[in-house]
T-cell receptor
Framework: GESVGLHLPTLSVQEGDNSIINCAYS??????FIWYKQESGKGPQFIID?????DKRQGQRVTVLLNKTVKHLSLQIAATQPGDSAVYFC???????????????FGQGTILTVHP | GAVVSQHPSWVICKSGTSVKIECRSL??????MFWYRQFPKQSLMLMAT?????????EQGVEKDKFLINHASLTLSTLTVTSAHPEDSSFYIC???????????FGPGTRLTVL
C-alpha cells in the first residue's frame, strides 16, 4: 500500500532557531494531513492539520505547508524551545468514503532535539 | 476537551496469559476508535478500526483472534491480547474520533511487557 515517509530522521537545532520538518506522501487521494508530536512514553499530541484544498495553515508558533504538486508536507516551528524536543509524525487521511475513511497512515517520524 | 484515557498505563504479564487494555473517551462520544501498535523507535502502525456496536475491521496481517476488540459503548473500547507472547511486547495506543470530525484524539498509550 501507499505510505507516508520523511526525509530526515533526526534534526538538531539550537534554542531560538526555526525548525523545519519534512514529509513526503505518495497517496494522491489523501485529503487531510496532520502533524503530531510524541514525547517519550506518551501518546501522539495533535499539533496542526491541513486539508488538501489549502497550501498553508498557521497556528501558534507552527506553520504547515502543503505542496500537492510534489506531494510534500512540512512543519515549521518558530523560535524552537527545549520543550519542543520530541518525535514528530506526519499522518495522512486516505480520503472520505469506503473503508479507508478516517484511517490515518503515519510517516516514520523525525526526532527533533533542541539544544539550550 | 477531547480527552482520551487508557488503562492500564503499563502492564507486565507472563507468556500465555491474556491482557485487556481499555480506551475511554472522557468528554465526548467516539463513534470510531482506532488501535495502534508502536515498537521502539518506530512509527505507529494501525491494527484495527472499531465502530461502536459493530465488529472491528482489522488491518492486513493483524490476527483478529489474537487481538480481540470490543467497542460496546460510545465511550469505551477494549483491546484484549490473548495468549500473549514476548513478541507482543509493545506500546499500544488508541485514538478516538467524533462522527463527522476528521481529527483523531490519542490516548497516552499502554506499555505491555510479556515475560
Amino acid at each position: 500500500g501507499e505510505s507516508v515517509g520523511l526525509h530526515l530522521p533526526t534534526l538538531s537545532v539550537q534554542e531560538g532557531d526555526n525548525s523545519i520538518i519534512n514529509c513526503a506522501y505518495s497517496n494522491s487521494a489523501s485529503d487531510y494531513f496532520i502533524w503530531y508530536k510524541q514525547e517519550s512514553g506518551k501518546g501522539p499530541q495533535f499539533i496542526i492539520d491541513i486539508r488538501s484544498n489549502m497550501d498553508k495553515r498557521q497556528g501558534q508558533r507552527v506553520t504547515v505547508l502543503l505542496n500537492k504538486t510534489v506531494k510534500h508536507l512540512s512543519l515549521q516551528i518558530a523560535a524552537t524551545q527545549p520543550g519542543d524536543s520530541a518525535v514528530y509524525f506526519c499522518a495522512e487521511n486516505q480520503g472520505a468514503g469506503g473503508t479507508s475513511y478516517g484511517k490515518l497512515t503515519f510517516g516514520q517520524g523525525t526526532i527533533l532535539t533542541v539544544h539550550p | 476537551g477531547a480527552v482520551v484515557s487508557q488503562h492500564p498505563s503499563w502492564v507486565i504479564c507472563k507468556s500465555g496469559t491474556s491482557v485487556k487494555i481499555e480506551c475511554r473517551s472522557l468528554d465526548f462520544q467516539a463513534t470510531t476508535m482506532f488501535w495502534y501498535r508502536q515498537f521502539p523507535k518506530q512509527s505507529l502502525m494501525l491494527m484495527a478500526t472499531s465502530n461502536e456496536g459493530s465488529k472491528a475491521t482489522y488491518e492486513q496481517g493483524v490476527e483478529k483472534d489474537k487481538f480481540l476488540i470490543n467497542h460496546a459503548s460510545l465511550t469505551l473500547s477494549t483491546l484484549t491480547v490473548t495468549s500473549a507472547h514476548p513478541e507482543d511486547s509493545s506500546f499500544y495506543i488508541c485514538s478516538a474520533r467524533i462522527a463527522g470530525v476528521d481529527t483523531q484524539y490519542f490516548g497516552p498509550g499502554t506499555r505491555l511487557t510479556v515475560l
